[in-house]
T-cell receptor, first 114, second 111 residues
Framework: EPEVTQTPSHQVTQMGQEVILRCVPI?????FYWYRQILGQKVEFLVS????????KSEIFDDQFSVERPDGSNFTLKIRSTKLEDSAMYFC????????????FGPGTRLTVT | DAKTTQPPSMDCAEGRAANLPCNHS???????VYWYRQIHSQGPQYIIH???NNETNEMASLIITEDRKSSTLILPHATLRDTAVYYC????????????FGKGTMLLVSP
Protein backbone atom coordinates (compact mmCIF):
# COMPACT_ATOMS: atom_id res chain seq x y z
CA GLU A 1 0.00 0.00 0.00
CA PRO A 2 1.43 3.40 -0.95
CA GLU A 3 2.73 5.49 1.93
CA VAL A 4 3.98 8.97 2.58
CA THR A 5 7.65 8.84 3.46
CA GLN A 6 9.73 11.41 5.32
CA THR A 7 13.44 11.90 5.80
CA PRO A 8 15.29 12.15 8.04
CA SER A 9 13.46 10.49 10.89
CA HIS A 10 15.40 12.60 13.38
CA GLN A 11 17.31 15.83 12.77
CA VAL A 12 19.39 17.61 15.35
CA THR A 13 20.51 21.13 14.58
CA GLN A 14 21.94 24.11 16.35
CA MET A 15 19.94 27.26 16.89
CA GLY A 16 20.27 29.62 13.96
CA GLN A 17 20.96 26.90 11.42
CA GLU A 18 18.77 26.12 8.43
CA VAL A 19 17.13 22.72 8.04
CA ILE A 20 15.28 21.07 5.19
CA LEU A 21 12.76 18.37 5.94
CA ARG A 22 11.89 16.11 3.07
CA CYS A 23 8.72 14.26 2.16
CA VAL A 24 7.70 12.01 -0.68
CA PRO A 25 3.90 12.14 -0.93
CA ILE A 26 1.86 9.29 -2.33
CA UNK A 27 2.17 9.17 -6.09
CA UNK A 28 -0.65 10.91 -7.98
CA UNK A 29 -1.82 12.82 -4.93
CA UNK A 30 -2.52 16.47 -5.65
CA UNK A 31 -2.63 18.22 -2.27
CA PHE A 32 0.26 18.39 0.15
CA TYR A 33 0.51 19.58 3.73
CA TRP A 34 2.89 20.15 6.59
CA TYR A 35 1.81 19.89 10.22
CA ARG A 36 3.83 20.00 13.39
CA GLN A 37 3.38 18.68 16.91
CA ILE A 38 5.35 20.06 19.80
CA LEU A 39 5.90 17.39 22.44
CA GLY A 40 2.76 16.87 24.49
CA GLN A 41 0.71 19.32 22.44
CA LYS A 42 -1.82 19.19 19.63
CA VAL A 43 -1.05 18.57 15.98
CA GLU A 44 -0.98 21.99 14.31
CA PHE A 45 -1.46 22.86 10.66
CA LEU A 46 1.35 24.78 9.00
CA VAL A 47 0.72 24.96 5.26
CA SER A 48 -1.10 23.39 2.35
CA UNK A 49 0.20 23.25 -1.21
CA UNK A 50 -1.54 22.61 -4.49
CA UNK A 51 -0.65 23.17 -8.11
CA UNK A 52 2.80 24.40 -7.16
CA UNK A 53 1.65 27.11 -4.84
CA UNK A 54 0.59 27.61 -1.27
CA UNK A 55 -3.17 27.21 -0.83
CA UNK A 56 -3.39 28.10 2.82
CA LYS A 57 -1.03 28.76 5.69
CA SER A 58 -1.37 29.22 9.42
CA GLU A 59 -0.04 32.01 11.59
CA ILE A 60 2.82 29.72 12.55
CA PHE A 61 4.04 29.62 8.94
CA ASP A 62 5.88 32.93 8.90
CA ASP A 63 8.82 34.10 6.81
CA GLN A 64 11.07 31.63 8.59
CA PHE A 65 9.35 28.80 6.75
CA SER A 66 9.12 27.93 3.09
CA VAL A 67 7.91 24.96 1.07
CA GLU A 68 8.89 23.68 -2.31
CA ARG A 69 8.12 20.86 -4.67
CA PRO A 70 11.40 20.79 -6.56
CA ASP A 71 10.52 17.83 -8.74
CA GLY A 72 7.61 15.51 -9.35
CA SER A 73 8.04 13.54 -6.17
CA ASN A 74 9.60 15.51 -3.31
CA PHE A 75 7.92 18.08 -1.09
CA THR A 76 10.19 19.99 1.26
CA LEU A 77 9.84 22.23 4.27
CA LYS A 78 12.70 24.64 4.88
CA ILE A 79 13.15 26.31 8.23
CA ARG A 80 15.59 29.18 8.20
CA SER A 81 17.44 30.29 11.33
CA THR A 82 15.95 27.66 13.61
CA LYS A 83 14.87 28.52 17.13
CA LEU A 84 14.59 26.36 20.22
CA GLU A 85 10.81 26.50 19.96
CA ASP A 86 10.94 24.92 16.51
CA SER A 87 11.73 21.61 18.18
CA ALA A 88 8.81 19.36 17.29
CA MET A 89 7.62 16.45 15.19
CA TYR A 90 6.93 17.59 11.65
CA PHE A 91 4.41 15.59 9.67
CA CYS A 92 3.88 15.68 5.94
CA UNK A 93 0.52 14.65 4.50
CA UNK A 94 -1.07 14.30 1.10
CA UNK A 95 -4.50 13.67 -0.32
CA UNK A 96 -5.62 12.50 -3.72
CA UNK A 97 -8.04 15.30 -4.53
CA UNK A 98 -10.57 14.70 -7.28
CA UNK A 99 -13.35 13.98 -4.81
CA UNK A 100 -11.16 12.07 -2.35
CA UNK A 101 -10.01 14.21 0.52
CA UNK A 102 -8.68 11.88 3.19
CA UNK A 103 -5.24 13.04 4.22
CA UNK A 104 -2.53 10.43 4.60
CA PHE A 105 0.30 11.25 6.95
CA GLY A 106 3.94 10.30 6.95
CA PRO A 107 5.76 8.98 10.02
CA GLY A 108 7.21 12.39 10.83
CA THR A 109 10.60 13.98 11.34
CA ARG A 110 11.64 14.75 14.88
CA LEU A 111 13.47 18.08 14.83
CA THR A 112 15.58 18.91 17.85
CA VAL A 113 17.08 22.40 18.03
CA THR A 114 19.86 22.80 20.58
CA ASP B 1 -14.75 24.49 10.87
CA ALA B 2 -17.07 23.50 13.69
CA LYS B 3 -15.66 22.77 17.14
CA THR B 4 -15.76 19.24 18.56
CA THR B 5 -15.85 17.95 22.14
CA GLN B 6 -14.47 14.56 23.15
CA PRO B 7 -13.82 12.91 26.51
CA PRO B 8 -10.12 13.11 27.39
CA SER B 9 -9.75 9.40 28.02
CA MET B 10 -11.53 6.06 27.84
CA ASP B 11 -10.73 2.49 28.75
CA CYS B 12 -11.73 -0.66 26.91
CA ALA B 13 -11.09 -4.35 27.46
CA GLU B 14 -9.41 -6.22 24.66
CA GLY B 15 -11.95 -7.93 22.41
CA ARG B 16 -14.79 -5.66 23.45
CA ALA B 17 -16.28 -2.88 21.37
CA ALA B 18 -14.88 0.59 21.93
CA ASN B 19 -17.44 3.37 21.49
CA LEU B 20 -15.87 6.81 21.25
CA PRO B 21 -18.29 9.75 21.39
CA CYS B 22 -17.93 13.18 19.84
CA ASN B 23 -20.11 16.27 20.09
CA HIS B 24 -20.20 18.73 17.19
CA SER B 25 -23.33 20.74 17.85
CA UNK B 26 -22.33 23.64 15.58
CA UNK B 27 -21.70 21.51 12.52
CA UNK B 28 -22.99 23.05 9.32
CA UNK B 29 -24.63 21.33 6.39
CA UNK B 30 -21.55 21.03 4.20
CA UNK B 31 -19.23 19.77 6.92
CA UNK B 32 -18.16 16.17 7.26
CA VAL B 33 -17.15 14.27 10.39
CA TYR B 34 -13.67 12.75 10.14
CA TRP B 35 -11.94 10.43 12.57
CA TYR B 36 -8.19 10.02 12.81
CA ARG B 37 -6.01 8.33 15.38
CA GLN B 38 -2.42 8.78 16.48
CA ILE B 39 -0.47 5.93 17.97
CA HIS B 40 2.27 7.26 20.23
CA SER B 41 3.83 10.12 18.23
CA GLN B 42 3.38 8.38 14.89
CA GLY B 43 1.71 10.26 12.07
CA PRO B 44 -2.07 10.55 12.39
CA GLN B 45 -3.92 7.76 10.62
CA TYR B 46 -7.18 8.24 8.75
CA ILE B 47 -9.97 5.99 10.02
CA ILE B 48 -13.30 6.97 8.53
CA HIS B 49 -15.51 9.90 7.61
CA UNK B 50 -19.17 10.60 6.98
CA UNK B 51 -21.74 13.28 6.26
CA UNK B 52 -25.05 12.05 7.65
CA ASN B 53 -25.38 8.36 6.92
CA ASN B 54 -23.71 5.71 9.03
CA GLU B 55 -20.48 4.44 7.53
CA THR B 56 -18.46 1.26 7.96
CA ASN B 57 -15.08 0.19 6.70
CA GLU B 58 -12.54 -2.43 7.64
CA MET B 59 -11.33 -0.40 10.59
CA ALA B 60 -14.45 0.99 12.22
CA SER B 61 -18.05 2.13 12.04
CA LEU B 62 -19.25 5.70 12.30
CA ILE B 63 -22.69 6.45 13.67
CA ILE B 64 -23.95 10.01 13.14
CA THR B 65 -27.11 11.16 14.89
CA GLU B 66 -29.99 12.32 12.77
CA ASP B 67 -29.50 15.95 13.80
CA ARG B 68 -25.76 15.54 13.08
CA LYS B 69 -24.84 17.16 16.37
CA SER B 70 -22.95 14.14 17.62
CA SER B 71 -21.33 10.96 16.42
CA THR B 72 -19.79 7.75 17.73
CA LEU B 73 -16.81 5.88 16.40
CA ILE B 74 -17.07 2.16 17.03
CA LEU B 75 -14.14 -0.21 17.02
CA PRO B 76 -16.01 -3.51 17.08
CA HIS B 77 -13.31 -5.72 18.61
CA ALA B 78 -10.62 -3.58 20.17
CA THR B 79 -7.07 -4.92 20.31
CA LEU B 80 -4.04 -3.70 22.23
CA ARG B 81 -2.80 -2.08 19.01
CA ASP B 82 -5.87 0.17 19.01
CA THR B 83 -4.47 2.04 22.01
CA ALA B 84 -4.09 5.56 20.64
CA VAL B 85 -5.41 9.11 20.73
CA TYR B 86 -8.56 9.36 18.62
CA TYR B 87 -9.48 12.65 17.02
CA CYS B 88 -12.92 13.68 15.82
CA UNK B 89 -12.61 16.49 13.29
CA UNK B 90 -15.28 18.41 11.44
CA UNK B 91 -14.28 19.92 8.13
CA UNK B 92 -15.78 21.20 4.95
CA UNK B 93 -15.01 19.08 1.95
CA UNK B 94 -12.59 21.08 -0.14
CA UNK B 95 -9.49 19.68 -1.69
CA UNK B 96 -7.11 21.81 0.30
CA UNK B 97 -9.11 22.03 3.51
CA UNK B 98 -6.95 21.42 6.51
CA UNK B 99 -7.43 19.29 9.58
CA UNK B 100 -7.83 21.08 12.90
CA PHE B 101 -6.81 18.67 15.62
CA GLY B 102 -8.09 18.98 19.15
CA LYS B 103 -6.84 17.06 22.14
CA GLY B 104 -8.79 13.93 21.18
CA THR B 105 -9.63 10.92 23.34
CA MET B 106 -6.86 8.73 24.69
CA LEU B 107 -8.19 5.17 24.33
CA LEU B 108 -6.43 2.60 26.46
CA VAL B 109 -7.15 -1.00 25.54
CA SER B 110 -6.22 -3.41 28.30
CA PRO B 111 -5.83 -7.21 28.30
Amino acid sequence: EPEVTQTPSHQVTQMGQEVILRCVPISNHLYFYWYRQILGQKVEFLVSFYNNEISEKSEIFDDQFSVERPDGSNFTLKIRSTKLEDSAMYFCASNPGQGLYEQYFGPGTRLTVT
Amino acid sequence: DAKTTQPPSMDCAEGRAANLPCNHSTISGNEYVYWYRQIHSQGPQYIIHGLKNNETNEMASLIITEDRKSSTLILPHATLRDTAVYYCIVRALRGYSTLTFGKGTMLLVSP
